[in-house]
């Protein structure tokens, strides 16, 4: 019989007669001890890994989301820009027809022999450019409103990046703090196991 199964069964057969005999087998209470305060270690800077891991997640996030409002804002802008520019040429263009409109009914009214600058014929031409008038700032009305419209939805969008980008600075500094507390929380159950391993002599410390 090897040497280390006698030594065994020895320790057994003296266990039996004595129950209180130690058994050389198990941990100590100093190695419980030690081993309870580096598993608390670990668990703490686990816990406060995840934690800024967490925050760090949350804040990228919600910076890409502002980074996707701060773009729609552009976009709304370049629209609005567009709009206005679209309703200046729409509206010079309307001028232009009525004018045109004018000169063709002078040219009408001359080749029919009547007076070109006779009360009625004033008045119809008065009549043109007035309509015409009337649909050239209605021109620039509409595209108004519409550039408008645009640049409300740019502020609604650049509202929405600055909440977002607030969103992601207190989801870092709460990842921070969570991680802060873990540590702390960790250092102080790790300094009450040492204080009762201290008071036990690092030998009765249960974990």
């Known amino acids: 019989m090897a040497k280390p199964l006698r030594r065994r069964l020895n320790l057994e057969a003296r266990t039996a007669l004595n129950p209180w005999t130690p058994d050389p087998w198990e941990p100590s209470s100093t190695c419980r001890g030690w081993a309870s305060i580096a598993m608390t270690v670990v668990s703490s800077l686990v816990s406060a890994a995840g934690a800024q891991q967490k925050g760090e997640a949350e804040k990228n996030a919600a910076m890409y989301q502002a980074a996707v409002a701060r773009n729609n804002a552009i976009v709304a802008e370049q629209n609005a820009v567009y709009a206005t520019q679209k309703g200046a040429a729409a509206e010079e263009n309307k001028r232009e027809r009525t004018a045109q409109m004018i000169g063709s009914h002078r040219a009408k009214m001359g080749a029919s022999g009547l007076a070109v600058e ?22 620039r009305n509409n595209a108004a409103r519409e550039a408008y419209g645009w ?45 009762g391993m201290q008071q036990t002599g690092m030998g009765s410390f249960s974990s």
Do not use: H
Request: proline letters at 0%; hydrophobic letters at 35%.
């Open 118 to 139: 006779s009360e009625s014929g004033l008045r119809l031409y008065s009549d043109i450019a007035t309509l015409g008038e009337v649909d050239a700032l209605t021109i």
């Open 151 to 195: 640049r409300s939805q740019g502020v609604n969008y650049e509202a929405e990046a600055r909440l977002d980008e607030q969103r992601g600075r207190y989801a870092e500094e709460a990842g921070d703090l969570a991680a802060f507390s873990s540590i702390i929380g960790g250092a102080s159950s790790v300094a009450t196991k040492w204080q």
